[in-house]
T-cell receptor
Framework: AQSVTQPDIHITVSEGASLELRCNYS??????LFWYVQSPGQGLQLLLK??????LVQGIKGFEAEFKRSQSSFNLRKPSVHWSDAAEYFC?????????FGKGTLLTVNP | GAGVSQSPRYKVAKRGQDVALRCDPI?????LFWYQQALGQGPEFLTY????????KSGLPSDRFFAERPEGSVSTLKIQRTQQEDSAVYLC???????????FGQGTRLTVV
């Protein structure tokens, strides 16, 4: 069965600092990988996705993620965090139907 | 509409009461998904429709949960005889068809008291 692990429950960074959120997955085939962001009281917004091809994926709001098959990882990065990035971030894996989500990483941004 | 719309946004139910949660997907989207998100957790899959056909309901936690999409558009998730453990945010998502990006609604927060 597929699964997603987000090792960090809560991360705090200062505004302007770089960010890396970790995601490890378990999946039997070539996975489709996603990062979603959820602000309080809001639904999930897709940041970026990996289906195939270039392992470095660019997304919205300045985010990028790198697929590393050897490490079963799909870590999310941003070079300079803005206060508006404070939210919960979910990594997900799936194929053609439903997604399996990690438990999320809550990001706090200090001024 | 422009996005996936869910109603109501908030629902408080007394234990044992039946509830119905509505999802209006993006027009033309064939695939529709329901997820349950407990507090502090990631969303968990409940069920999936392709048009009006419910192709997967393996995530429904009990026979008290029932979902339908009779005309292949609007979907309703019904929970009978609600229990406290049903308290969660229920998210609906739609996609053009399988394998395409899923767009999520804002969810319905159900609180069972």
């Amino acid at each position: 069965a597929q699964s997603v692990t987000q090792p960090d429950i809560h991360i705090t960074v200062s505004e302007g600092a770089s960010l890396e959120l970790r995601c490890n997955y378990s999946y039997g085939a070539t996975p489709y990988l996603f990062w979603y962001v959820q602000s309080p009281g809001q639904g999930l917004q897709l940041l970026l996705k990996y289906f195939s091809g270039d392992t470095l994926v660019q997304g919205i709001k300045g985010f990028e993620a790198e697929f590393k098959r050897s490490q079963s990882s799909f870590n999310l990065r941003k070079p300079s965090v803005h206060w508006s990035d404070a939210a919960e971030y979910f990594c997900a894996v799936g194929e053609s139907r439903e997604l399996t989500f990690g438990k999320g990483t809550l990001l706090t941004v200090n001024p | 509409g422009a996005g996936v719309s869910q109603s109501p946004r908030y629902k408080v139910a007394k234990r044992g009461q039946d509830v119905a949660l509505r999802c209006d997907p993006i027009s033309g989207h064939v695939s529709l998904f329901w997820y349950q998100q407990a507090l502090g957790q990631g969303p968990e899959f409940l069920t999936y429709f392709q048009n009006e056909a419910q192709l997967d309901k393996s995530g429904l936690p009990s026979d008290r949960f029932f979902a339908e999409r009779p005309e292949g558009s609007v979907s309703t998730l019904k929970i009978q005889r609600t229990q406290q453990e049903d308290s969660a945010v229920y998210l609906c998502a739609s996609s053009l068809r399988t394998g395409f990006e899923a767009f999520f609604g804002q969810g319905t927060r159900l609180t069972v008291v």
